[in-house]
């Protein structure tokens, strides 16, 4: 019900209902989900001083341990044979799923991991990528690039970059497809800015689950879904902080919804109606389809941010990336 309307805004107070419209197992996840999100509104989460990096480093370790627990649940079912590498200051895990193609001509995954720009690194880094070479059914590079306190931005930009000109060594451009979910999505999406800034080919396609285009955080549902997104309570300020490191959050390599993206491959980007990103993933949406670039926006109903952790949903995401993949590589 609306209370009052002070200079255009609406002070609202709602009751917002499992819906019946998703499967039971997506409800069972929104409503399983509930208490915690009302205690994190009731006691919002309180971050580390900029400059205090061993308490940044507990977070982040907590963090991390969530994130493991999360994919714990969802890791999808299938063998996979995975392999860590070393490139320059970089670990690669070469994750091969059962049955993909690794022949020279094979198409090749390169995804980026997400934790909101300064988590999800080392075995949570392999956990990510092997969903996400499961997902794709593809052989992968998931890239464990170094993140803050120690190495903000521009450093886990520029080791995304040194492992693309390592994959541009092994594929053709048109057999490579770069992949990121959430702070994965916006290096997925600053790495094509940057390569094509530093004269390197466009891949095939790109992938985007979710991302986090917009450090700014301005998108319309910033507002409409915090509180209700049941991962992502509230804005990633502190974080974005921390990994920009006094940097302008306007600059397209830190938030690439406001870079030019006329020139992009075909993209797939999805969210969920409750997903904290949803704007992140229609002004993206927007900007590429003003850009004439192929681009496809997928939302699902009641999807917070990352999914549902194990519902039938979650595996309409994988089915729908493949459907894309097939089309392009």
Known sequence: MTD???EGALHVTRTIPVPGTVSPQAQAALAGAAPTVMTRLAAPDVYPAADDAPGWKARIAQMDEAIAMG?????PAGDV???????????????????ADTGED??????????ALIAGGGDVCRMMGVTAALRTGLFTWSVDYRMPPDFPYPTPLDDCLAVYRAVLELRSPDRIVVGGASAGGNLAAALLLKARA???PMPACLVLISPEVDLTESGDTFETNQGVD???????????ALYANGHDLTDPFLS?????VSGFPPTFVQAGTRDLFLSNAVRLHRALRAADV???????????????????EDAEVGVEVRKFLAEHV
Request: glycine share 14%; net charge negative.
């Open 106 to 115: 094979a198409p090749f995954y390169y995804d980026i991991h997400g934790g």
């Open 198 to 200: 530093e004269g390197l």
């Open 81 to 99: 044979d995975v392999e860590k590498i070393r490139l320059g200051d970089v670990d690669v895990y070469v994750i091969t799923p059962e049955g």
């Open 4 to 6: 009052t309307i002070e």
């Open 230 to 240: 049941t991962v992502l309570v509230s804005r990633l300020t502190s974080s974005i």
């Open 294 to 312: 192929d681009a496809e926006l997928h939302v699902w109903e009641a999807m917070p941010h990352g999914g549902f952790f194990g519902a039938p």
């Open 256 to 260: 690439p919804i406001f870079g030019d």
């Open 71 to 75: 994919f714990g649940f969802r890791e």
